[in-house]
């Protein structure tokens, strides 16, 4: 469960793009979040994995708040597909893409062959 409570968001430019923003989005629940360009979506949406950190509120992810864990955690619960492939692609092939991801967690060679090919 991703809980919101009440977050406030300045970038350094001094930008406020969130004002006391709170949801709850349940396990199991599709969500669509949606607004006019620059009306915050993304940078709310870059709170749920930790990528940014609310200036006031918090943002909690199973009961723990994003704050108190790192961005590397988070991801293993909450996935970001960004909106531009080239900030997130940074392999030539999509074996050596998931390959990367698997290295990343830390899996065994092996392991890494075996679950490349059954997701090809």
Known sequence: MIEVEDIHFTYPSGVEA???VSLTIRNGEFVAIMGENGAGKTTLVKHFNGLLKPTK????VDGVETTKVSVATLARKVG???QNPDHQLF???VEEEIAF??????FRQ???EKRVE???
Do not use: H, P
């Open 57 to 60: 509120g918090r943002v909690l």
């Open 101 to 106: 991801a698997l290295k990343n967690f830390g």
């Open 118 to 120: 059954w997701a090809l």
């Open 91 to 93: 392999c030539e092939t």
């Open 80 to 82: 970001f597909v960004f």
């Open 18 to 20: 969130l004002k006391g």
């Open 110 to 112: 092996d392991v890494i």
